[in-house]
């Protein structure tokens, strides 16, 4: 019989934590395909964040480093500027990488340090419980924000690719939104292009994914992603946002 769908051999076969309709579980899929495809499975490090994809060293098949709270950029850093020939990657959610890791993810930016980072936006602190996260939506109501978040209180989502695209440093910055099978491929096509410029000392690279988190928004599966669709990407345009910059010598 013709075999017509695989594990990806860089993910570990083994069953996830995360709730049905996470986004989580798909981008791990996507990030293991781009590593099978690029056949750079012995040289990647992936860089575990906090939140609920702090397991991710137990899913991927490659070497991983776990950082401590918004640390992954540093930490990537570190790693890559050791080991230069490596494909270093680091995962991170919207409250690691956008609240507690702010600094880090600016300054690796500006730096123009050639790592990949996929950034998981899904509007929320998952892990924790569901509270409001810097990316949290105007009027989204979280465990923190029953009445909805108000920007005379708790002010505005903070736009991750806009912010870091003025800088100097990013080669490649890109927002996709997991709504449906069409904008998943391109969420694939633009991880690939993320790791191929840093394969190619491009420097910077970041993919911001729009990811539904349907416990803490209590939600179906199905209307989780209707909502990144409808809600989210009003608020975070789907786009590239910078591809650009020269190879350093
Ligand atoms: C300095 C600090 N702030 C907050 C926490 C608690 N904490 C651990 S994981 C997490 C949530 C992370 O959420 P996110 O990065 O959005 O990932 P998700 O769970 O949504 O995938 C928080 C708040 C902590 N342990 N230390
Ligand atoms: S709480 Fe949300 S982010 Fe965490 S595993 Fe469940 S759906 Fe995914």
Redesign the pocket.
């Known amino acids: 019989m013709k075999v017509v769908f695989e594990r990806p051999k860089s993910l570990q076969l083994t069953k996830t934590h995360y709730c049905p309709g996470c986004g ?1 579980g798909i981008v791990h899929r996507m990030v293991a395909e781009v590593i099978d495809e690029f056949d750079i499975q012995e040289k990647t490090i992936g860089i575990a ?5 702090v397991l991710a060293y137990n899913y991927f098949d490659i070497d991983m480093q776990q950082a401590a ?1 918004g640390r992954a950029p540093a930490v990537a850093t570190g790693i890559k500027r050791v080991l230069p020939d490596r494909i270093v990657f680091a995962y ?5 990488l956008a609240s ?1 890791g702010t600094a880090e993810i600016v300054h690796a930016a500006g730096r123009g340090e050639n790592i990949t980072v996929i950034f ?1 936006n ?1 509007a ?5 419980g569901g ?1 409001m ?1 810097p990316t949290t939506l105007v009027g989204q109501k979280t465990e923190t924000s029953p009445y909805g978040r108000d920007p005379r209180m708790a002010g505005y989502p903070i736009k991750v690719c806009e912010m870091l695209s003025v800088l100097d440093g990013p080669a490649f910055i890109a927002r996709v939104a997991l709504t449906d099978v069409k904008n998943i491929l391109k969420a694939k096509t633009l991880i690939k292009k993320a790791f191929q410029m840093q394969m190619e000392n491009r420097g910077f690279s970041l993919v911001e994914v729009l990811s539904p ?1 349907p416990t803490n928004w209590g939600m179906t599966p199905n209307d989780a992603m209707k909502w990144v669709n409808d809600e989210m990407t009003k608020v975070f345009p789907p786009g590239v946002y910078k591809e650009s910059r020269e190879v350093l010598e």
């Open positions: 989580h964040p906090v939140g609920c994809s709270h991170q959610g919207d409250g690691d507690i998981i899904n929320i602190y998952g892990m924790t509270q996260a988190c």
